[in-house]
C-alpha cells in the first residue's frame, strides 16, 4: 500500500481520530481537514457551523475522505476527485435528508462505521439502563439528596435480567452486540427484522426471530423493547399510532436508534395508555430537544442526550481507524467495501 498515491483527508468531529489514522498508515498521505479536531466530540455548533474555504479545498482534492456525515451533506454534490467516502459513524440518515431527487446520486462508494466497538457501547447503555431501571437506582439517588435510608418494596422486587425478555428491533451488527451482552446476564432475547432470516443468516444469541407481519406477536412477548433501528423510509413512524397496544406486557421501550422511529405524542399516548410502562430515550424527533418538550418531567421517561454510542474518544477513534483499515485493504483489491450505504433502502 506504500506506492499508493491516494490523497486520504480526515474531516470528523472524533478528537484523535486523524492521528489514530496517521499511526495506522505513516507511509499513506493522510492530512487533517478537521477545525474541531482538539474540541469535545459531537458539539453542536461544530456539525451546524459553515466548513472554511480551506476545509473544502481540502476536500475536494481528496480522492478517499473520512468524515462526519453532518459535515459531507454539506460539499456531497462538490467532490470531483473522490471515490470513496468512509463514515465515521454508523448512521447515514443526514446524507438522506441532503440527498438532491433531481440530482444524479454521487459517483463515490459511502461506508458506514460497522467496528464493533460502538456496538460494544451501545450494549453496556442498554444493560446499565436496564439494571438502573429494575434496581430503582434513580430513586436511590433522590433518596440520598432527602437524607432517606429507604428499603421499600421497589428495591426488593426488581426483576433479576434472567427473568425478563428483552426484544430488539434491529438484528444487524448493533443488534448482535446487544444481544450478547444480554445473554451473558441469562436474558431470553427476541430479534426483530424487516424480512424473514434463512437458518444459515440466524444466530445463536436470538432465541426467537420475527419479521415484518409479525410486529404485534413479537411485541407481546417483551419485557423491554429496545430499537437500534436507522432512519429510513420503512422504520419512520414504525412504532406510532397504536402500534403498542400490543405490547400485552407494558414493556418498557428503549430508543437507541433513531428518534424518528415513534413521534413525542405517540409515545405519550402509549405511556398515558399503559401500553407501555415506561420510556428510555436517547434519540428525539428532534435534537436538541426543545425544553418545552413534555418528555422532560413526565415521571416515567428517563431522558439521555443522544450518546448511547457517544464516547469513549479512545475508543471511537480506534473504530473509525479499524473500519478505515479493512476496507482500504478491499479498497486497494478493487474488493466490495464493507458496510456500503444503500441510498434506496437507507442503511
Known sequence: ????????????????????LKEAFPDVDIRNASVGESS????????SRKLTDDEVALMQEADILVVHPSILSKVMY??????WVQLSSTGANILLHARREDTPLPAYTVTRNFSKEVGFIMAEYVVGQIICHERSWHSSMENQQRKEF???????????????????LG????????????????????????????????????????HSTQLPDFLSTCDYVVSVLPSTPETRGFL???????????????????????RESDILQALDS???????????????????????????????????????????????????????????????????????SGY
Not at 469535545?40 to 456539525?47: C, F, K, Y
Not at 401500553?275 to 422532560?296: H, M, T, Y
Request: glycine share 10%.
Open 78 to 83: 462538490d467532490l470531483p476527485k473522490t471515490k
Open 274 to 344: 399503559g401500553w407501555i410502562s415506561a420510556a428510555i430515550l436517547d434519540v428525539f424527533e428532534k435534537e436538541p430537544l426543545p425544553k418545552e418538550s413534555a418528555l422532560w418531567n413526565h415521571p416515567k421517561v428517563v431522558i439521555t442526550p443522544h450518546v448511547s454510542g457517544y464516547g469513549n474518544v479512545e475508543i471511537r477513534s480506534k473504530s473509525i481507524a479499524d473500519c478505515f483499515a479493512q476496507n482500504y485493504e478491499r479498497f486497494v483489491k478493487g474488493q466490495p467495501l464493507f458496510g456500503s450505504l444503500d441510498w434506496e
Open 40 to 47: 469535545s466530540p459531537g458539539e453542536l455548533n461544530t456539525l
Open 240 to 262: 406510532g399510532k397504536d402500534v403498542l397496544k400490543h405490547a400485552k406486557k407494558s414493556p418498557v421501550l428503549m430508543n437507541i436508534g433513531r428518534g424518528d422511529l415513534i
Open 171 to 210: 438484528t444487524g451488527a448493533m443488534g448482535l452486540e446487544i444481544a450478547g451482552a444480554l445473554k451473558c446476564f441469562k436474558c431470553r432475547v427476541h430479534g426483530y427484522s424487516k424480512r424473514p432470516k434463512e437458518a444459515s443468516e440466524r444466530s445463536p444469541l436470538f432465541d426467537d426471530y420475527w
Open 150 to 168: 429507604d428499603r421499600g418494596n421497589k428495591f426488593a422486587l426488581f426483576r433479576s435480567l434472567s427473568q425478563l425478555t428483552v426484544g430488539i
Open 1 to 20: 500500500m506504500s506506492g499508493r498515491k491516494d490523497l486520504i483527508v480526515v474531516n470528523t468531529i472524533v478528537p484523535g481520530a486523524y492521528k489514530a
